[in-house]
């Protein structure tokens, strides 16, 4: 009887096992085209590369393991859906970009999936009309340089990526991809929040970035909507909330950005090539509310709002925010008054550079703004000027309130 019964449990302890390592490849290559893969709870051996439409649905209790190499799971098909699954275990090169999931197709949905120890989380490449909603991605755990990226985009077109948190990732990357929808994400701790690089026309929306060196970066990439972000806790490094690098027409809108070292930066050449439209934005408590590098101006900066920040404004050249429209924002270190009550100040509000000037055009000096020193020969200038102050910018209708 006992022998039996060892003999029983030992088939039980063999059949757990087996169950444990079931190929995931097996399940696949059985389930017809068009067909809906349930996997129940338990554990999956990967790698495995889908091929033609499918479901696979992991109903929140299916573990996906790789072997740590290389991309855990694979799509090469259009019309995949996966969901619900739990994907762990990639490889560590970033040459070969181990990823937990990699879309290499069109029209495919990547749906409430946990990814976890990836080193790279969702790679699309030369993906087209797919979605990315509800996933959780967490990045293996190494120093930040050596993170891959949570979600990374490439040559991809018209793809929704909604609703994800990231978080422990070097970047979110879109490189390549324009007409790409990224709204409703969040991602902490890592390098960029997003590095968008060569990818005009995207729409970037409501997304929630915090404690990354670098919020939103945007390289080359024209005609772009950032619109209801928050951006907050960006002081490593470059440090700033939003930061436009030759990439003309673009539409900044009710976005705040909070405790940065920079609130909003524009990096462009001598010659204008496009206007920025910033409106209805928040800078709020940071080192510096707007930047201004090498750029000719011509933006327009309506209805936003600097409060608080240690410097309102800054440039690397004189005269290079008074060439931007400036007119309704409200300004916290305005002096005027509002005697009609129609909630807009009298006077203009207008930002003189007195002893600013020498960290804004020495960058070596930069070290010394704000301390004691430089504040106090700030003062006494204002007091009396032993050199023509210059005008940096001129809000002829301030708001009050």
């Known amino acids: 009887m006992c022998l039996l019964r060892l003999t029983f449990l030992f088939s039980l302890w063999l059949a757990g096992s087996a169950a444990a390592a079931a190929s995931l490849q097996a399940l696949i290559d059985a389930t017809p085209p068009g067909g809906v893969l349930r996997l129940a709870p338990g554990r999956y051996a990967g790698p495995a590369t889908i091929i033609r439409p499918l479901t696979v649905d992991g109903q929140g209790q299916a573990h996906i393991e790789g072997d740590g190499r290389g991309t855990v799971l694979t799509v090469r098909a259009n019309g995949v859906t996966l969901r619900g699954l739990a994907v762990a275990g990639s490889g560590e090169t970033h040459d070969g970009i181990d990823a937990g999931i990699l879309i290499e197709g069109d029209d495919n949905l990547v749906a409430d999936n946990t990814l976890e120890d990836v080193l790279f989380g969702i790679h699309v490449k030369g993906g087209n009309r797919n979605r990315v909603t509800g996933n959780r991605v967490t990045g293996k755990d190494k120093p930040l340089g050596l993170r891959g990226d949570a979600i990374r985009l490439w040559n991809s077109r018209h793809n929704v990526i909604e609703g994800n948190a990231f978080e422990r990732a070097r970047d979110l990357t879109f490189t390549n991809s324009p007409d790409n929808r990224i709204a409703a994400n969040r991602f902490h701790d890592g390098r960029y929040g997003m590095h968008i690089i060569f990818s005009p026309r995207l729409v970037v929306e409501n997304n929630h970035l915090e404690h990354t060196g670098t919020g939103i970066i945007v390289l080359y990439s024209p005609n772009l909507t950032v619109r209801g972000n928050h951006v907050a806790h960006a002081m490593a490094g470059g440090g700033g909330g939003i930061v436009f690098k ?24 001598p010659q204008p090539i496009g206007v920025l439209t910033a409106r209805g934005n928040r800078f709020a408590y940071n080192v510096i509310g707007a930047f201004f590098y090498g750029e000719s101006g011509g933006h ?71 301390s004691p020193a430089l504040e106090l020969l700030d003062f006494l200038e204002r007091l009396a000027p032993f050199s023509m102050p210059s005008l940096l910018l001129r809000d002829a209708a301030p708001r009050m309130r």
């Open 300 to 370: 327009r900066f309506e209805n936003n709002r600097f409060e608080h920040n240690l410097t309102q404004v800054g440039v690397s050249a004189v005269g290079t925010a008074s060439a931007n429209v400036w007119r309704g924002n409200h300004w916290s270190d305005y002096q005027g008054f509002d005697r009609n009550g129609d909630g807009i100040g009298d006077t203009p509000h207008e930002l003189w550079l007195f002893a600013d000037r020498i960290w804004m055009e020495t960058p070596a000096t930069t070290f010394f703004r704000n």
């Open 246 to 269: 030759e990439s003309d027409d673009a539409l900044v809108e009710n976005n705040e950005i909070i405790h940065c070292a920079v609130g909003l930066q524009v990096d462009a050449p």
